[in-house]
């Protein structure tokens, strides 16, 4: 069975940071394109970053460029997204996702496609930043 499964999300002040943790199993961790994306309350779900499965190059859109990083420990299977600098405007449930397609992936993480049809997705974590 397929399960990607997020953690680390909470409740943190502005400026705060987090930690969050996809943990993959049920496929060939390797071959798949991890992404993060995230949804707030009454808005689209959009792209955050991802790790590329052609040669691990990480790709962020550009409200998080500087302050996020993904990361991947192939080992345990995981990816993680440290997320440092945080602002309100960061709450959002964020979902990791695994897609064969890495090309797909990026192009959604980092330019205005929003073709949200990965192959996998996890059930998400909350993240909620106060002012």
């Known amino acids: 069975e397929v399960q990607l499964v997020e953690s680390g999300g909470g409740l943190v002040q502005a400026g705060g940071s987090l930690n969050l943790s996809c943990a993959a199993s049920g496929f060939t961790f390797d071959d798949y394109a991890i992404g993060w994306f995230r949804q707030a309350p009454g808005k689209e779900r959009e792209g955050v970053s991802c790790?590329?499965?052609?040669?691990?190059?990480?790709y962020y859109a550009d409200s998080v460029k500087g302050r996020f990083t993904i990361s991947s420990d192939n080992a345990k299977n995981t990816v993680y997204l440290q997320m440092n600098s945080l602002k309100p405007e960061d709450t959002a449930v964020y979902y990791c996702?695994?897609?064969?397609?890495?090309?797909?992936?990026?192009?959604?993480?980092?330019?205005?496609?929003?073709?949200?049809?990965?192959?996998?997705w996890g059930k998400g974590t909350l993240v909620t930043v106060s002012s």
């Open positions: 790790i590329s499965s052609i040669d691990g190059s990480t």
């Open positions: 996702s695994a897609d064969s397609d890495p090309i797909h992936t990026i192009a959604v993480v980092t330019t205005s496609l929003r073709n949200y049809d990965m192959d996998y």
